[in-house]
């Protein structure tokens, strides 16, 4: 059986929204065998960021709008990374070494790109292409606290770069919300060159908004349905105030 780096969830729906995460999952290809982590690393963030893929499903349900997911660990090869970013396959990550890509050369790391990060972007490109209105939506999850940093109090970030047209009445229509704490470009900033929302968005003019959600919060499905049911009224609302 092939091993297929994405899933498509609705492609067919009409939805105005193309719904993306680029660390759905911490699965492994069978070709690669096994990155040498133990199953407790490989459930941390550093392998994928836990619940995003269910809360960007039940958007895409709620949105009535396609969803693509990366069906492959960000330890693989990172699909919200560039060709040629340096952190693209990474060896060292919040601590833990990945054996499996110690000793992973130019020759893997193409071969890597080819096999798995490739076929989801241009999947990716291709829903995104069907429609001149699109809006793309990326969804994320950050973990509370990274080791020896702060904790991070922010239940919400939404990052963006310099096209602000769909983050701004995203985060002001969240911030009337009381008591939820909502982060512009936290706990990251909102832009690396080559990113998946660079590609995909910024380089074709298309209103974007990347969504991080604390990972305590959606690590169970009645979390997960709860944000997606939060979220989807905001991001609706939001779209038609940046169309006016």
């Not at 069978?30 to 269910?54: C, N």
């Not at 809360?55 to 660990?73: E, T």
């Amino acid at each position: 059986m092939t091993f297929e780096p994405f899933r498509i969830e609705g492609e067919t729906r009409p939805g105005r929204w193309l719904i993306t995460c680029d660390h759905a999952t911490n699965t492994v290809p069978p070709e690669i065998g096994d990155l040498g982590l133990p199953p407790s690393d490989m459930a941390r963030h550093i392998a994928y960021d836990p619940g995003a893929g269910a809360v960007a499903r039940a958007l895409g349900m709620h949105l009535d709008s396609p969803v693509v997911l990366s069906n492959f660990s960000r330890l693989v090869i990172d699909p919200n990374r560039g060709e040629d970013d340096p952190t693209l396959l990474m060896k060292l990550y919040d601590g833990s070494v990945i054996p499996g890509n110690r000793h992973a050369g130019p020759d893997e790391r193409a071969r890597r790109v080819a096999a798995y990060w490739r076929p989801y972007h241009d999947t990716v490109a291709r829903l995104a292409a069907r429609r001149a209105d699109v809006a793309i939506l990326s969804i994320h999850s950050f973990t509370p606290q990274l080791r020896g940093r702060p904790a991070r109090p922010w239940e919400i970030g939404i990052l963006h770069a310099d096209d602000t047209r769909l983050a701004d009445p995203l985060i002001a229509r969240l911030r009337t919300e009381p008591g939820l704490c909502v982060g512009r470009n936290e706990p990251y900033t909102g832009y690396l060159p080559g990113d998946a929302i660079d590609r995909h968005a910024l380089q074709h003019g298309r209103q974007n908004a990347l969504i991080e959600l604390r990972n305590d919060l959606i690590e169970d499905r009645p979390g997960q349905q709860a944000w997606a049911a939060r979220l989807a009224p905001h991001l609706e609302a939001a779209l038609a105030d940046a169309d006016l």
